[in-house]
C-alpha cells in the first residue's frame, strides 16, 4: 500500500509540474508573439513612410514637368515667330 501511495504522490506531483511548465511555455509564446507584432508594425510604419516620401517626390516631378512642358511651348511658338519674321527678311532682301 505503501508504494501505491508513492506513486500516486508521483503522478499527481508530475501532472501538477506539467500544467505549471505547460501555463509559462504558453506565457513565453505569447511574449514572443508580442514582439514579433510590434516589429512588424516598426516594419510597415518604415514602408509607409517611404511610399509617403516616395509620392512627395513624384508630385514635385509633376509639377516641374508641367512647368517644362509650359516653357517648351512658350519656345516653340517664340521659335514659329522667330522663323517667320526670318522668312520675311530673307523676302525682302531677295
Sequence with gaps: MQTESIIALVGVV???????FGYLGYQRGLKKDSAQNGALMSDIGYIKAGIDDLKRKQETYETRHFALVERVTK???????????IDRLEGEKE
Excluded: N
Design 14 to 20: 508530475a501532472a501538477i509540474f506539467g500544467i505549471v
Design 75 to 85: 519656345v516653340e511658338e517664340s521659335t514659329k515667330q522667330a522663323h517667320k519674321r
